[in-house]
């Protein structure tokens, strides 16, 4: 059987840089109340998108970070089978998409900041009922999804008339 590499933790790369960029408009935003004169204002400000730039940066790179670890050094589960019990996430984006793969149940969405795998089928993901799929599991999150492709036969070659 052979299966198609559809998510790679490490091979994305840390995709969530944007969320604690919005502290970076905050600290601009703090940094001209200070200077022009609101100085309580620019103070306060400052402070809070210089704590939420923190947070969320060492939140969700160190994700990302452990994540990418554990694959280099193999440091994971493999999960292999068809997966069942699917239920899809609607647009809306509750209840979470869920399936399980072997006794091992999986619960994402596209609205979560994650490092795994969270591409749900209403946002165009893979994920189907009785798809084959092979997951390296790393804390019960999906850090590789590979799901199998049947290759068709070769056709026969057809003998030509001379």
């Avoid at 703090?30 to 620019?42: E, N």
């Avoid at 969320?56 to 790179?61: E, H, I, K, L, N």
């Avoid at 999804?145 to 001379?162: D, F, Q």
């Amino acid at each position: 059987m052979n299966y198609e590499l559809v998510f790679d933790a490490a091979e994305a790369g840390y995709r969530y840089w944007w969320f604690p960029a919005f502290g970076l408009i905050g600290l601009a935003v703090g940094f001209a109340f200070f200077i022009f004169g609101r100085k309580w204002a620019g103070v306060v400000v400052f402070g809070f998108a210089l704590l939420w730039t923190t947070i969320s940066f060492v939140g969700t790179f160190a994700e990302f970070w452990q994540m990418r670890q554990a694959l280099h050094a193999g440091d994971f589960e493999v999960v292999e089978g068809k997966v069942v019990e699917f239920v899809p996430m609607p647009k809306s984006g509750r209840p979470h998409e869920s399936f399980k793969v072997n006794g091992h149940r999986y619960e994402y969405s596209d609205f979560l900041i994650s490092a795994a795998f969270n591409n749900t089928q209403s946002h165009g993901g893979p994920i189907r009922e009785g798809l084959q799929v092979r997951i390296a599991d790393i804390g019960g999150k999906i850090a590789r999804l590979e799901i199998a492709r049947w290759r068709k036969p070769l056709p026969r070659p057809t003998k030509t008339a001379s």
